[in-house]
């Protein structure tokens, strides 16, 4: 249902690109300029030289050439400490042996956009998911809130200004997220279920869904209506969570 990826407000991926082909570098670089989910931070033509800078370089993944002089790709994506990876790479007769290593995923070359897209969507999937803290700018304060994700246990469209969302935290906390929209909430915070149009409940709080109302199990401080009605575009989305508890 929501498909709309993060805008830049939030987390993107910080990419490390290790290829003995400048000509790549340009390329991405080009083609990811104003990516949403990406920023490449680190472009390497020397697989030794980035493996000695590594240890000390802040990226989320690294993107890997197979076939590379001095130290390949296999070998690097086993040095990378649990780093994930992707392997860009020409080397299809190689790529049994790269699997085996585990790889978010292999895009052989030569590749087209949608291709390396998909994969950059499913490193996002698998790794932005982990992402905990968040800066908003908020109605309350003239400086940025770092809310923590899975604090938010309920979220209500603003009732003035819709591109506002009203958040309410495990503390009682309330804040008023300032051009949020409900896509971009429901792709970085993963316990969150849409319930319809204006309203988001952490899914820990659903307690029955029954017919078109939600009952919420919730007696903290907070103040959260204890039944939500579901829009029908909301059902199946719901019901599907919920079966999967």
């Not at 290593?101 to 052989?108: A, F, G, H, W």
């Amino acid at each position: 249902m929501h498909t709309k990826t993060p805008s830049k407000a939030f987390k993107r991926l910080k990419v490390a690109i290790v290829d003995d082909d400048e000509s790549l570098h340009d390329i991405l670089t080009d083609m990811y300029s104003d990516s949403d989910l990406i920023e490449i931070k680190y472009n390497f033509t020397s697989s030794r030289k980035f493996m000695e800078d590594a240890p000390i370089l802040d990226f989320d993944i690294c993107f890997l050439d197979i076939s590379m002089p001095a130290v390949d790709g296999l070998l690097l994506a086993q040095k990378l400490n649990k780093k994930p990876f992707i392997f860009i790479t020409g080397s299809e007769n190689r790529l049994k042996e790269a699997l085996s290593l585990e790889p978010i995923d292999i895009v052989t070359k030569p590749f087209n956009k949608n291709r390396l897209d998909h994969a950059i969507e499913r490193a996002f999937e698998l790794i932005g998911e982990k992402i905990e803290n968040v800066l908003f700018n908020v109605a309350e304060s003239k400086s940025k809130v770092k809310i923590h994700l899975p604090d938010i246990l309920y979220v209500n469209t603003d009732e003035i200004d819709p591109r506002h969302k009203t958040v309410v935290l495990r503390d009682g906390t309330t804040y008023t997220i300032m051009n949020s929209s409900m896509e971009e909430l429901l792709y970085i915070a993963r316990h969150l279920v849409q319930v319809n149009r204006r309203e988001l409940i952490s899914i820990d709080l659903v307690n029955q869904v029954e017919h078109d109302l939600v009952s919420v199990k919730y007696s903290g401080p907070a103040k959260i209506p204890l039944e939500l009605t579901i829009g029908n575009s909301y059902k199946n989305e719901m019901r599907k969570r919920i079966f999967y508890l």
